[in-house]
Nanobody, 127 residues
Framework: QVQLVESGGGLVQAGGSLRLSCAAS????????VGWFRQAPGKEREIVAA????????YYADSVKGRFTISRDNAKNTVYLQMNSLKFEDTAVYYC????????????????????WGQGTQVTVSS
């Protein structure tokens, strides 16, 4: 079973930056697509970004495109989410998730296709 642990969340003022990390264990992780999702109070969970197992294909939600960057270092079993120009609307609990390690060329965009999840890390942006 793949285990994921998020870190790097915290309180930041609007316009600031945070870097989230997702540390993974499990033999198949290097062939797993990874997604970052977030959920704000009273709102449904939504995808933020995703990256293929090779790291060569990425996806970003329109709301974060140009501000967030997803990357991975398979040698370290870690995926990152660099968040710049943060807005109050980015406030949420952020989760990383791994797919079924089928070696898909493109990362899935639906949360239903990610069976392994971390516990989440809180990101709070003050206005």
């Amino acid at each position: 079973q793949v285990q994921l642990v998020e870190s790097g969340g915290g309180l930041v003022q609007a316009g600031g930056s945070l870097r989230l990390s997702c540390a993974a264990s499990g033999r198949t992780f290097s062939r797993s697509a990874v997604g970052w999702f977030r959920q704000a109070p009273g709102k449904e969970r939504e995808i933020v970004a995703a990256i293929s197992w090779r790291g060569d294909i990425t996806y970003y939600a329109d709301s974060v495109k140009g501000r967030f960057t997803i990357s991975r270092d398979n040698a370290k079993n870690t995926v990152y989410l660099q968040m710049n120009s943060l807005k109050f609307e980015d406030t949420a609990v952020y989760y990383c998730a791994a797919d079924r390690a089928w070696g898909l060329a493109s990362p899935p965009r639906s949360s239903r296709e990610y069976p392994y999840w971390g516990q989440g890390t809180q990101v709070t942006v003050s206005s």
